[in-house]
């Protein structure tokens, strides 16, 4: 099969409306002992995960909200539903140490953590109730898996009218191809759906006080 094609990223971030960063699944101690059994990671998964938390600290210096999202699961399994007939097996159960929350990616008080129970941050969670709470358009997306959790967000966001943007380096998949693909699939969505780094650093540098931030009574 032939390699995929490097997805060639929004050269800017172009958010509309209000902005928000949501941290999808950055779980884990790090530690290679606590990986969950059968699930790989592409090998630039540390880099991804230190940019991510960079840019975690940019939006808080800017004072836009950020959002973690955690997958987690009973031990006994009764609302894991059909993530068993893929290629994971049981995956992200609590007090598993790979399930906490990465080193660093702690919320804030003000923050919110939600904690879902399917690969889609929105399916059965509260992610839509607090994003239009905030008043946001524009979701920035950082974490794993590209090729699952991240994608799956993205179709929901988009199809409940949310403006998605992937930062493309800064999220991981199961492999450099399914990672690639995954953002091949998002950009098909939406056109300017993937973005560097780099370009989400930009827009924040010159984040002005005129444009829209997020309060309370918007």
Not at 166 to 181: M, R, Y
Request: charged letters at 20%; one cysteine or more; hydrophobic letters at 45%.
């Amino acid at each position: 099969m032939s390699p995929v094609a490097p997805v060639i990223p929004a050269a800017e971030l172009r958010p509309v409306g209000r902005t928000v960063l949501l941290v999808i699944d950055i779980q884990g101690t790090g530690s290679a002992a606590d990986t969950e059994p059968g699930l790989a990671f592409m090998a630039t998964r540390s880099e991804r995960i230190a940019g991510s938390l960079a840019l975690v600290h940019a939006f808080r210096e800017k004072s836009l909200p950020v959002i973690f999202v955690q997958e987690v699961h009973k031990p006994s399994l009764i609302d894991i539903g059909r993530e068993l007939d893929g290629a994971e097996g049981p995956h992200a159960l609590e007090n598993d140490p790979a399930t906490a929350l990465y080193p660093g990616f702690e919320p804030l008080p003000e923050e919110y953590l939600v904690r879902k129970r399917r690969y889609s941050a929105f399916f059965g969670s509260d992610l839509d109730l607090i994003l239009r709470g905030y008043g946001a358009e524009t979701i920035v997306m950082v974490g794993a898996m590209s090729d699952v959790c991240v994608h799956y967000t993205a179709v929901d966001a988009h199809q409940l009218d949310y403006r998605f943007r992937t930062v493309g380096d800064l999220v991981f998949g199961s492999s450099d191809e399914a990672h690639e693909a995954a953002l091949h699939a998002m950009k098909y969505l939406q056109r300017d759906g993937v973005v560097s780094a780099e370009a989400v650093h930009r827009w924040l540098a010159e984040f002005a006080s005129e444009q829209p931030r997020l309060t309370p009574n918007h």
